[in-house]
Nanobody, 124 residues
Framework: QVQLVESGGGLVQAGGSLRLSCAAS????????MGWFRQAPGKEREFVAA????????YYVDSVKGRFTISRDNAKNTVTLQMNSLKPEDTAVYYC?????????????????WGQGTQVTVSS
């Protein structure tokens, strides 16, 4: 089992940056593909980015390409989401998630473990 704890959210002006971190417990972190999702009020949970077990093959939803970067450090059991050029429409609760099948899926139901989320608010 993996426990995930996100941090780094906050309030930022449009055009600013935030760096989200997700700390994972357990010695099997390297066996999971990791993803970031977000959910705005009244909306469904949305895929943001995913990364393979080794840290390769990162991919992103089109709306964040060129602005967000996902990375991981298997030695430290962490995955991060660097968010630049933030826009008001990026406002949401951001969740990290672990996929034990390592399918690099963009579908929330393919992920087995979830953090509690961290709020990101971008003001205009």
């Amino acid at each position: 089992q993996v426990q995930l704890v996100e941090s780094g959210g906050g309030l930022v002006q449009a055009g600013g940056s935030l760096r989200l971190s997700c700390a994972a417990s357990g010695r099997t972190f390297k066996n999971y593909a990791m993803g970031w999702f977000r959910q705005a009020p009244g909306k469904e949970r949305e895929f943001v980015a995913a990364i393979s077990r080794s840290g390769g093959s990162p991919y992103y939803v089109d709306s964040v390409k060129g602005r967000f970067t996902i990375s991981r450090d298997n030695a430290k059991n962490t995955v991060t989401l660097q968010m630049n050029s933030l826009k008001p429409e990026d406002t949401a609760v951001y969740y990290c998630a672990a996929d034990r099948t390592s399918s690099l899926s963009s579908r929330p139901y393919d992920y087995d473990y979830w953090g509690q989320g961290t709020q990101v608010t971008v003001s205009s």
